[in-house]
């Protein structure tokens, strides 16, 4: 089982990137998605997921910039990132999870090595 996390780089404040996260191993449609990403001497934070029929959640801070979603042909989850901002700069990584009937995402049982984002001013 894997989770293969690419799609990071340098952008200038404003502008896309779109994260993509390959799975290996297992099949997409038993498991919910999460982006998490951790800045520089701060806490990891969940940033977005996607359950198993799509339904999403954002934190409040990338609602309207970030959409989460899920291509379970192609065995991976993308989190296209716009109007990206200097505080968005942090390393992202991707999780998979089986959640129970009542959750939507988590909890976590695989994780990708991360991919670095870098948004300047």
């Known amino acids: 089982v894997q989770l293969q996390a690419s799609g990071g780089g340098l952008v200038q404040a404003g502008g896309s990137l779109r994260l993509s996260c390959t799975a290996s191993g297992f099949t997409l449609d038993q498991y919910a998605f999460g982006w998490f990403r951790q800045a520089p001497g701060k806490e990891r934070d969940g940033v977005s997921c996607?359950?198993?029929?799509?339904?999403?959640f954002y934190r409040d801070s990338v609602k309207g910039r970030f959409t989460i979603s899920r291509d379970n042909t192609q065995n991976t989850v993308y989190l296209t990132m716009n109007n990206l901002k200097p505080e968005d700069t942090a390393v992202y990584y991707c999780a998979a999870g089986r959640p129970d009937a009542v959750t939507l995402c988590g909890p976590y049982e695989y994780w990708g090595q991360g991919t670095q984002v870098t948004v300047s001013s």
């Open positions: 996607i359950g198993r029929s799509g339904g999403t």
